[in-house]
């Protein structure tokens, strides 16, 4: 059973970058695609972006200009990174591992999520 | 963008009881559609993908249908550890989810 776990600041500036890891174990992370979502306090569920174990990306249009998104396969390790931070970034940060079955991809493996707050 | 409207908001019901969450889309996505269980503090987990097919080791007491712009969750007998907020999620055009259906006990 493949187990992701976030890490980082759980506390970033404003108008600062906020860096999160997710660390894949109990599986490859190979042949997957890998996926940030996050929940702001009292909202729903928002779709980030999803990296591909080659390096492929994809990325919410809306966070796109602010987004950075990598994979190290050989630390079995995937990040994220958000610049110029607001207060309306402050979330749970989740990452996933992205599956396909035919024809299409579901999120079947989730962190716990963490929260990072954007205060000063 | 897709936007997909979860109702009811929240729910409260008895054990053993019926209970049937709506998901529509704002244009039809075919069955690119799946449905996720979250309780507070722990990772959401997937329940069935593809609109009605049924994730290996959850319950059959939950089912999906629907295509097109509709679909429904049911959970034929609900149990106190179903107690969760449950999510649809479209996979036809990137990906958005609902704003989620709260399942409280009576």
């Known amino acids: 059973q493949v187990h992701l776990q976030e890490s980082g600041p759980g506390l970033v500036k404003p108008s600062e970058t906020l860096s999160l890891t997710c660390s894949v174990s109990?599986?490859?992370?190979?042949?997957?695609?890998w996926a940030w979502i996050r929940q702001p306090p009292g909202k729903g569920l928002e779709w980030i972006a999803y990296i591909s174990d080659t390096g492929y990306t994809r990325k919410n249009p809306s966070l796109k200009s602010r987004l950075a998104i990598s994979v190290d396969t050989s630390k079995k390790q995937f990040s994220l990174t958000l610049s110029s931070v607001t207060a309306a970034d402050t979330a749970v940060y989740y990452c996933?591992?992205?599956?396909?079955?035919?024809?299409?991809?579901?999120?079947?493996?989730w962190g716990q999520g963490t929260l990072v707050t954007v205060s000063s | 963008d897709i936007q997909m409207t979860q109702s009811p908001s929240s729910l409260s019901t008895s054990v053993g009881d019926r209970v049937t969450i709506t998901c529509r889309a704002s244009?039809?996505?075919?069955?690119?559609l799946n449905w996720y269980q979250h309780k507070p503090g722990k990772a959401p987990n997937l329940l069935i993908y593809?609109?009605?097919s049924l994730e290996s080791g959850v319950p059959s007491r939950f089912s999906g249908s629907g295509s097109g712009t509709d679909f429904t969750l049911t959970i034929s007998s609900l149990q106190p550890e179903d107690v969760a907020i449950y999510y649809c999620?479209?996979?036809?055009?990137?990906?958005?989810f609902g704003g989620g259906t709260k399942v409280e006990i009576k």
């Open positions: 244009q039809s996505i075919s069955t690119y």
């Open positions: 593809a609109a009605s």
């Open positions: 109990g599986g490859s992370i190979n042949s997957y695609y």
């Open positions: 999620q479209q996979s036809f055009s990137t990906f958005s």
């Open positions: 996933a591992r992205q599956n396909y079955r035919d024809p299409l991809f579901f999120f079947d493996s």
